[in-house]
């Protein structure tokens, strides 16, 4: 590895300071500047980390997929070198390729303080990046929205976007334990709901933003509703005591499985198009479902709220469909959201 003279290493740590700045304010395009003349002065884990989550802070997680294997490929010699890549595998939907990665890597360093952080999270239901795990340059969460929200906020559940990018579906059981909500997306980016909260069923409730959130760029709907046994995606973040933001988790298997931890995110089937909202356990009742049809005609229903695609084109297809749980995966860092509530006093 070439050696930088003081001057240049000094120069080399500023821009690598100045680059984590920019991307806490998540001013992305200034972070991807200063951190690819970090890489240019030298190359190493600290940038490679730093571009992958730079890469994930503007949505673009096969690209930070992608360098995340070649951090675990080429950086062999320098402790950390997985662990992001570890984490990224872990929430795309690959937890049994994440673990067995995890087992090979602490082999090889058996005495890696993050290593045995992540085995101990990825070893629990509901893993969850805490305290170190949040250091960069292995910081294994997006910087987010937070000034606003009052210290007892924490994220109790998961909710879907609408294509309009100003209302959402929400888990009605949430709606009952909070006096103020926000959503937050899996780039940081947040938005305060707003009063006029409407019934979509028993299950689910129209929630209108005070701001609109980006929707995904595509998506496609299943024509047919799911049925018990298929194959499934779903996407939802993890509850947690406090408002931190953080990526969202794929979870893969069969509907009748406990795919859904809180419920509320959205649900693909294995073409990658949204087939259904994922609800978690009703009283007396498995984990359950609600088709995109079902959800099309509730939304009819209601008066002025709905459009004519909510979610997206119904596809018997989707033609962009070739790598399903990545593609999958990218678009829910916008679909699915943070649902970030205080509790009424």
């Known amino acids: 590895m070439t050696e930088l003279t003081p001057e240049r290493q000094q120069e080399r740590s500023e821009l690598l300071r100045a680059g984590e700045e920019a991307l806490g304010r998540r001013d992305v395009a200034a972070a991807l500047e200063a951190f690819e003349r970090a890489t240019y002065m030298l190359h190493g884990i600290d940038t490679d980390a730093s571009l992958a989550r730079t890469y994930m802070q503007s949505g ?19 402790e950390g070198g997985s662990v992001l890549y570890i984490w990224l595998l872990h929430l795309g939907g690959q937890s049994a390729t994440a673990k067995r990665l995890l087992q090979l890597t602490h082999e090889r360093w058996p005495e890696h303080a993050l290593l045995d952080l992540v ?15 949040l250091k960069p340059p292995i910081r294994l969460a997006p ?54 909260w409407r019934p979509v069923g028993p299950h689910l409730a129209l929630v209108p933003l005070a701001t609109a959130l980006p929707v995904a760029e595509y998506q496609g709907v299943a024509p047919d509703d799911p049925l018990p046994g298929s ?7 993890v509850p947690s005591s406090d408002a931190h933001p953080a990526w969202p988790v794929m979870r893969v298997g069969t509907l009748g499985e406990v795919l859904a931890m809180t419920g509320g995110g959205p649900l693909f089937d294995t073409n990658g198009r949204l087939t259904g909202i994922a609800l978690g356990e009703g009283a007396g009742r498995p984990h359950h479902w609600l088709g995109a ?52 006093p």
Do not use: C
């Open 231 to 237: 194959r499934a995606l779903t996407v939802e973040y």
């Open 119 to 133: 085995k101990q999270q990825l070893g629990q239901s509901d893993p969850l990046a805490t305290g170190p795990l």
């Open 60 to 78: 673009q997680y096969q690209r930070a997929l992608a360098l995340g294997s070649h951090m675990a490929g080429v950086h062999t010699d320098v």
């Open 143 to 196: 910087y987010g929205d937070s000034a606003h929200l009052p210290a007892s906020a924490r994220v109790v559940g998961t909710a879907t976007l609408l294509r309009n990018g100003t209302t959402v579906l929400v888990p009605a059981a949430l709606l009952s334990r909070t006096s103020q909500m926000w959503l937050r997306n899996g780039l940081g980016q947040l938005a305060q709901a707003q009063p006029g």
């Open 293 to 344: 049809s079902q959800l099309q005609s509730a939304l009819a229903a209601l008066d002025g709220t709905s459009q004519p695609q909510p979610f997206g084109p119904v596809t018997d297809i989707d033609p962009r469909g070739r790598d399903a749980l990545a593609q999958v995966y990218e678009r829910s860092l916008r679909t699915s959201l943070q649902v970030i509530a205080v509790a009424p």
